[in-house]
């Protein structure tokens, strides 16, 4: 399924990268597109993998997590 993350903290290039690597070391997280103009993530996530998950990787790199939604 598609989901989209709203994200506060990123402020460069640099920022974008760490977001989209910790989302990537995720098991089961793919397609990962981060937009540092509207300060969001949007990938596919497998059934199996929780919110709480993207939460604590998005946030263990530096960032605050605002909500995580399904794109339809």
Wanted: with cysteine; hydrophobic share 40%.
């Amino acid at each position: 399924m598609k989901k989209m993350m709203k994200i506060e903290g990123m402020s460069c290039e640099h920022c974008v990268r760490r977001v989209k690597n910790a989302l990537e070391e995720i098991s089961g997280v793919s397609n990962v597109q981060v937009d540092l103009g509207s300060k969001t993530a949007t990938f596919e996530a497998t059934d199996d993998v929780k919110d709480s998950d993207l939460k604590y990787a998005v946030e263990d790199a530096g960032y605050e997590v605002v909500n995580v939604e399904i794109v339809i």
